[in-house]
């Protein structure tokens, strides 16, 4: 029997859903839903299941998608079939140029009884992989009713989630007790789990394992010989505020480097380019494909999964989310599989543990504000032993990640349908 408040969460949530397509049609029309795949949403799959085994991977946004990439290649076996859901639009359009051929993706369900029945019903797996911080009540509670194994994998719980799920112990309680196996991202996140009852396992982030982003070599080879002898800052996954910030840092660096923007929604590309022009950069977009001639200063790289392109084709990351309260950074792991040299501001609670573990190895550096950017990013590229050391200490840094997730995939297996 649920507890009082997930009963009643259930009962709300049953009483709500005639209003879900209402809300999910709006949605779509300000871009946040696919209108095409909108019955996924409510639990409709679009496709058959295909016959036996099946294992199901969900990971909400972007990043929680790409870092299940691993498990995915890891659990790829002949007769075994791999779903894998997401929750936004830009995750989707990037695991369907990363899952490999055969791996199946649609939208996860939203949380309501009606949708969340139709889509186990159809899927019906034997086993769920969840990462991160998706605690979806009915959802965990009805793949466990339904005898399906289950694991939430690389688990991130804020303060402020702890404190709510303790307001409802017996809930927190509940809905924990259904994962088989709980495998905390950090210490901080796995004293959290375990005061709401949680019998945690290993640490294990898998946002700090995996392979090298990809990158399409005619298009390096291209990009390299558009920006000819010049050295290249790239701006990576930047968000609202920050790009001026930045590009202001690097107009006092005042190194003649070219600087490449790339938002962490490409959507705004032209709003950035707008702003580095009001600066008195001269700027190319390369989603409107306007050529990187030399005398471009900027290049707003406002594309989906080319990311693997730009830290390769880089002499310096600054990476985004770091400079505006509230973001909390993204994954410093991705420039350093590259031993690309890594800066970082302040912000960075989302990783803090591998930020703080890479700045005490000099696998990064850390800047407070601006003109400590500029600072640094002058003394990067006019010191020329200073950043291959740091893009060295990065690569060695991200490639002993590697044995936590061996331990990881021995503790999953059990779990997986034969």
């Known amino acids: ?24 049609r709006r949605r779509a029309a300000r871009g946040k839903e696919d209108p095409a795949r909108l019955p996924e949403r409510l639990g409709r799959a679009s496709i058959p299941r295909p016959p036996g085994p099946l294992v199901w991977l969900h990971g909400v946004s972007v990043g929680e998608s790409l870092s299940l990439l691993p498990l995915v290649e890891a659990l790829a076996k002949p007769g075994r079939t791999l779903l894998v859901t997401s929750g936004t639009r830009t995750s989707a359009e990037l695991l369907a140029r990363r899952l490999p051929a055969g791996v199946i993706h649609q939208y996860a369900p939203i949380d309501t009884p009606g949708a969340v029945g139709r889509f186990l019903g159809h899927w019906r797996p034997g086993a769920v992989l969840q990462v991160e911080s998706e605690l979806w009540p009915n959802l965990i ?12 994998v690389s688990a991130r719980m804020t303060a402020k989630s702890a404190e709510g799920w303790a307001r409802v112990p017996a809930s927190a309680r509940a809905v924990l007790s259904a994962f088989d196996l709980v495998l905390p991202q950090d210490a901080e996140t796995d004293a959290r789990l375990r005061s709401l009852g949680a019998d945690t396992g290993p640490l294990l982030n898998l946002k700090t394992v995996g392979a090298p982003l990809p990158c399409d070599d005619a298009d390096l080879k291209a990009l390299k010989a558009q920006i000819g002898a010049r050295q290249v800052i790239l701006a990576a996954s930047t968000h609202p505020g920050e790009e001026e910030i930045i590009a202001r840092a690097v107009q006092a660096a005042d190194t003649g480097a070219l600087l490449i923007v790339a938002p962490r929604h490409p959507d705004r590309g032209e709003a950035v380019a707008a702003l580095l022009g009001q600066m008195g950069l001269a700027v190319a977009r390369r989603s409107a494909g306007q050529p990187l001639t030399p005398g471009v200063t900027a290049y707003v790289a406002d594309t989906l999964g080319e990311m693997g392109l730009f830290f390769r084709a880089c002499d310096v990351a600054v990476m985004g989310g770091s400079f505006v309260p509230g973001v909390g950074g993204h994954n410093p792991l991705e420039p350093a599989r590259l031993g690309v040299t890594l800066v970082s501001g302040p912000h960075v609670f989302n990783a803090a543990a591998t930020y ?13 504000d601006e003109a400590m950017l500029a600072r640094d990013l002058r ?16 690569l060695y840094y991200a490639n002993r990640q590697g044995k936590a997730f061996d331990e990881a995939l021995a503790l999953i297996a059990p779990l997986l349908p034969a």
């Open 1 to 24: 029997m649920r507890p009082p408040p997930l009963a009643l969460y259930a009962a709300a949530t049953a009483a709500a859903e005639p209003l879900a397509p209402l809300l999910l």
């Open 379 to 394: 003394g990067l590229l006019t010191q020329p032993l200073i950043a291959p050391r740091i893009g060295r200490a990065a």
């Open 141 to 152: 509670l009805a793949a466990r009713a339904r005898g399906a194994r289950m694991a939430l």
């Open 356 to 368: 703080a573990e890479m700045f005490e190895r000099v696998a990064a550096l850390e800047c407070d």
